[in-house]
């Protein structure tokens, strides 16, 4: 009998604190895309008054077959590389906790890119389907390793985070845009400029699925 009661008790416990440690990642998270949100202040900043956003990458193994042409095209850096002097030379702070590329769920279509100048990429992350933190038969481990099949987002693109690299850039200029230019038709409180690559922290269109940093420096999900 109190070994029945015991196991009761456990079973209850089990998912409460599963639930405890997805939300202590999903602060984490949020805590990084903070992080980066200062990081990028100060590298605008470090320009002057009339300071751009950064010429990353929005997806850096989107680009990669470019430099396979001849002549290579030009390729952006990551958002990792442009923004480490900012943040202390941290990796830890581009790679989310609940950063997981499983290729059961995501597929292994390579992203696209919709013009030459690396600019207006097509995300085909966005079509993910998402993952379930709390459901541990959502996330296929086919070898047995305690770890997910596939590789994290950050094993892939030096990063757990999508910088939005089509609003930031202007084509006539080909330049990226300075604040001001950014927020002409929108309020900087409604525009996102760093975000999850895909639904980590719960399935996909549900409310804290993926955290976004605006340009204004608040986080949301």
């Known amino acids: 009998m109190v070994i029945a009661i015991i196991g009761i008790i456990i079973g209850l416990l089990i998912p409460a604190v599963q639930a405890a440690r997805a939300r202590s990642r999903n602060t984490m998270c949020q805590n990084n895309l903070r992080q980066i949100g200062l990081s990028l202040e100060m590298y605008v900043d470090s320009q002057g008054a009339y300071g751009r956003f950064p010429d990353a990458a929005q997806m850096p193994t989107a680009l990669l077959p470019l430099l396979q042409m001849k002549p290579p095209l030009p390729v952006p850096p990551s958002l990792r590389v442009v923004l480490s002097p900012f943040i202390e030379q941290s990796q830890k702070v581009f790679q989310c906790p609940d950063d997981v ?26 079509t993910i389907i998402g993952i379930d933190p709390n ?76 955290n976004f940093l605006f340009l204004d420096g608040h986080v949301g999900n």
């Open 101 to 126: 590329y499983a290729e059961t769920k995501f597929g292994n279509q390579p992203p696209q890119i919709n013009t030459a100048d690396n600019h207006t990429l097509i995300s085909t992350y966005g």
């Open 135 to 210: 459901d541990n038969e959502s996330i296929i481990d086919s070898d047995g390793d305690g770890s997910p099949d596939g590789q994290t987002f950050f094993e892939l693109e030096g990063l757990s985070y999508e910088y939005n690299a089509p609003r930031v850039w202007d084509p006539r200029a080909r330049l990226p845009k300075r604040r001001e230019e950014i927020v002409k038709d929108r309020a900087s409180t409604s525009i996102w400029i760093v975000f999850d690559f895909a639904p980590f922290h719960a399935t996909k269109n549900t409310v804290g699925s993926r």
